[in-house]
C-alpha cells in the first residue's frame, strides 16, 4: 500500500509515494478483534482473483473480500469468504437504469453483517 503525498513548489506539483503498513493485520489482531471485517481486492487477471482473496482472507483473518476485475468493476463483484463465493452483477436493464454495483454489494453485505451479529450474540 502507498500513501501518496502532494506537494506544491512555486506552481508545480511533485508527487511522492511511500510504503505504508497493511493496517488490516492490526485491525483484525488488536483494534477490534470482533469486528465485522470487509476488504477490497482489485485484480487485472481474473484467473488470480480468488486465489488471490483468499490468501487475503487466510493471512488476515478478517470475514470477507470484495473481488473484482479491473475491466468489470462497476458492473460485477463477487464476494468471497471462507466457506463461500457468490457472484453479484448487474443486468443491462440495471445498468440501463443508472444503478449501480455498490448498491448490491452493500444490501447483500448488510445481510452477511446481520447474520454476523446474530451468531456473536
Known amino acids: 500500500m502507498f500513501l501518496l503525498i502532494f506537494s ?15 493496517m488490516l ?10 469486528a ?5 481486492k482489485l485484480e487485472t487477471d481474473p484467473q488470480i482473483l480468488l486465489d ?10 478478517h470475514q470477507v473480500v ?7 468493476r462497476r458492473t460485477s ?3 468471497v ?10 443486468s443491462d436493464e440495471e445498468i440501463a437504469q443508472g ?6 454489494i452493500v444490501s447483500y453485505l448488510q445481510g452477511q453483517h446481520t447474520a454476523f451479529i446474530e451468531k456473536k450474540g
Open 77 to 79: 463483484v463477487i464476494i
Open 25 to 34: 493485520s492490526p485491525l483484525v489482531r488488536d483494534w477490534a478483534p470482533e
Open 36 to 40: 465485522f471485517v470487509i476488504s477490497f
Open 52 to 61: 488471490k482473496s483468499r490468501q487475503a482472507l487466510e493471512k488476515y483473518r
Open 66 to 72: 470484495v473481488a473484482n476485475v479491473l475491466e468489470s
Open 8 to 22: 506544491f513548489y512555486l506552481s508545480s506539483l511533485q508527487i511522492t509515494m511511500k510504503m505504508v503498513p497493511k
Open 99 to 104: 444503478m449501480e454495483i455498490e448498491e448490491k
Open 81 to 90: 469468504t471462507r466457506d463461500s463465493q457468490t457472484p453479484l452483477s448487474l
